[in-house]
T-cell receptor, first 115, second 117 residues
Framework: AQKVTQAQTEISVVEKEDVTLDCVYE???????LFWYKQPPSGELVFLIR??????QNEISGRYSWNFQKSTSSFNFTITASQVVDSAVYFC????????????FGTGTRLTIIP | NAGVMQNPRHLVRRRGQEARLRCSPM?????VYWYRQLPEEGLKFMVY????????ESGMPKERFSAEFPKEGPSILRIQQVVRGDSAAYFC???????????????FGQGTRLTVV
């Protein structure tokens, strides 16, 4: 069975600091997809990234970067120069079955950026 | 192109009443997914539907919950005889043809927050 673990329940950092959110996953499949979503206080889910299991290249998008390591089954998310607007709950998710976008979510990490 | 639309955004029901949550997928999307987020928890998959078909309902509670996605109109998640434990945020996501899953993300609606009093 697939599983996503976000061991960090809550993180607080001072504004402008860098912060890394950890995500470890379990799956039996060789083909799978990993996602990160942001859930701000308003409650909606904001898609951040999707990564397939064949692409281990790290990705950078502005202040956001993701480190995918199959060897450790991890897909960590780093925010550099954090800002107050980054305060949210962040979810890592896994999709295992081809053709079925059923997502297995981690329990989320609540990130608070202190001004 | 409007995103996934869910309504109502907030719904209050007394114990024993019925709750109906609606989800209109993005234009051109024929696959709908429902997830439930209990307070302070992550999202849990409930059901996956295509037009007029339930593909995977492995996450649906065995009783009181049902879902449909008719040929015309929105997808409906129906909860009969609601109890306090049904209080949660219910999210709907849609995606286009099955074969394109790998090239798209699931587009989520803004959720319906159900409160049972």
């Amino acid at each position: 069975a697939q599983k996503v673990t976000q061991a960090q329940t809550e993180i607080s950092v001072v504004e402008k600091e860098d912060v890394t959110l950890d995500c470890v996953y379990e799956t039996r499949d060789t083909t799978y997809y990993l996602f990160w979503y942001k859930q701000p206080p308003s409650g909606e889910l904001v898609f951040l990234i999707r990564r397939n299991s064949f692409d281990e290249q790290n990705e950078i998008s502005g202040r956001y970067s993701w480190n995918f390591q199959k060897s450790t089954s991890s897909f960590n998310f780093t925010i550099t120069a954090s800002q107050v607007v980054d305060s949210a709950v962040y979810f890592c998710a896994l999709s295992e079955n081809f053709g079925n976008e059923k997502l297995t979510f981690g329990t989320g990490t609540r990130l608070t950026i202190i001004p | 192109n409007a995103g996934v639309m869910q309504n109502p955004r907030h719904l209050v029901r007394r114990r024993g009443q019925e709750a109906r949550l609606r989800c209109s997928p993005m234009k051109g999307h024929s696959h709908v997914y429902w997830y439930r987020q209990l307070p302070e928890e992550g999202l849990k998959f409930m059901v996956y539907l295509q037009k007029e078909n339930i593909i995977d309902e492995s996450g649906m509670p065995k009783e009181r919950f049902s879902a449909e996605f008719p040929k015309e109109g929105p997808s409906i998640l129906r909860i009969q005889q609601v109890v306090r434990g049904d209080s949660a945020a219910y999210f709907c996501a849609s995606s286009p043809r099955q074969a394109t899953i790998m090239n798209t993300e699931a587009f989520f609606g803004q959720g319906t927050r159900l409160t049972v009093v």
